[in-house]
T-cell receptor, first 112, second 111 residues
């Protein structure tokens, strides 16, 4: 079992729709969770961080965390073609480390 | 505020050679982590440096090493290069070992 799992996709949604990206993790002791966006040929860009159960909203993005189910999700509202990218879920264990464990990423395609 | 700067951006090396990559973190950030990204394995953690000390190491052979200087700049070195070392090497800096911000990466090709 991989430590952080994501559906590789591609996930295809029409412009203006809600895109839902999911991630599960295996280490129950994980404390911090992040979503990165990576455009083709570019480096990952941090778009959301979440540390406690529930929802966290930032503009069109909402991150959701459920530690009991070991599940993190990212919702993108009013999806735009410019949102087309690979979305990486990253998990950090204890507070005494900067190590991030990444999922393989989900490719999102937003069709005009 | 300047972001994370990695140099060089591209490198072509021959098998058996060694290579040194450089990373300058965001001003004030003391944690620097290195990652290798390949199409098959994704993003894999190499090591983390914090206050000039290696704090964590990933599951890579000893050919991969690094260091951090007193100004928080970091270098990683790969000796005796193999074809499989071809990858995008990413450096990330962090203020508080929570949110990490990536540089543009160094694309290493081993021929």
């Amino acid at each position: 079992q991989k430590e952080v799992e994501q559906n590789s996709g591609p996930l295809s949604v029409p412009e203006g729709a809600i895109a839902s990206l999911n991630c599960t993790y295996s280490d129950r002791g994980s404390q911090s969770f992040f979503w990165y966006r990576q455009y083709s040929g570019k480096s990952p860009e941090l778009i959301m961080s979440i540390y406690s159960n529930g929802d966290k909203e930032d503009g069109r993005f909402t991150a959701q965390l459920n530690k009991a189910s070991q599940y993190v999700s990212l919702l993108i509202r009013d999806s735009q073609p410019s949102d087309s990218a690979t979305y990486l879920c990253a998990v950090k264990g204890s507070s005494n480390t900067g190590k991030l464990i990444f999922g393989q990423g989900t490719t999102l395609q937003v069709k005009p | 505020k300047a972001g994370v700067t990695q140099t060089p951006r591209y490198l072509i090396k021959t098998r058996g050679q060694q290579v040194t990559l450089s990373c300058s973190p965001i001003s004030g950030h003391r944690s620097v982590s290195w990652y290798q990204q390949t199409p098959g394995q994704g993003l894999q953690f190499l090591f983390e440096y914090f206050s000039e000390t290696q704090r964590n190491k990933g599951n890579f052979p000893g050919r991969f090493s690094g260091r951090q200087f007193s100004n928080s700049r970091s270098e990683m070195n790969v000796s005796t290069l193999e074809l499989g070392d071809s990858a995008l090497y990413l450096c990330a800096s962090s203020l508080d070992r929570l949110e990490a911000f990536f540089g543009q990466g160094t694309r290493l090709t081993v021929v």
